[in-house]
């Protein structure tokens, strides 16, 4: 235990220590006289420096911001939303897809998992078949997936883009 403490307060000292300042270094103001630019108290003296150099240090960031907030999100990223799409005609949708006839005769049944990227309007953008239980019952579900509409996912009160996760179940009536 004595050990503990004493291991302790070396490097306590030891960072206090490396934390200081050198003497035999020039400070930051002199560093940057020396290289012709302004340091931070020369622009609190004069307030013309503060907004002609410090500031153009700062990138403007409001062009990526837009590139940001237009861009389709990341299919695997977790976005929050106040209140997320809602599919407005699945049920015509399961109509339109049916059971097809291939599947149904030779008695494949399964879950296709679909993500779908609804835009701001809530219309259809794209989509990526995640899990699929047949080629012939995911073909059925892509052939109509892109006449599905949706009530737009809200954040903040405004329209974002938002990928959902819609599951289509084939089951045969025994």
């Known amino acids: 235990m004595k050990v503990l403490v004493f291991l302790s307060v070396i490097l306590s000292v030891f960072i206090i220590s490396s934390c200081g300042s050198n003497p035999d270094k020039s400070t930051n103001e002199e560093t940057n006289q020396n290289d012709g630019s302004p ?38 990223a977790h976005i929050l939303v106040d209140e997320e799409p809602k599919p407005v005609n699945f049920e015509a949708i399961m109509i339109a897809i049916g059971y097809p006839s291939k599947a149904k005769d ?22 990526s078949i995640i899990s699929n239980a047949h080629p012939i019952l995911s073909d059925a ?3 109509q997936v892109k006449n599905l509409q949706f009530t737009p996912a809200l954040k903040e009160g405004q329209a974002v883009k938002f990928w959902v996760t819609l599951p289509f179940n084939f089951k045969l009536v025994k």
């Open 39 to 76: 340091s931070i108290s020369d622009a609190i003296n004069n307030p013309a420096l503060e907004n002609d150099s410090l500031s153009s240090n700062i990138p403007d960031n409001k062009k990526e911001d837009n590139d940001t907030i237009n861009a389709d999100p990341d299919i695997h």
């Open 106 to 127: 030779a008695r494949i049944e399964g879950k296709v998992i679909v993500r779908i990227l609804v835009g701001k309007d809530g219309e259809y953008m794209q989509h």
């Open 141 to 143: 579900v892509a052939s």
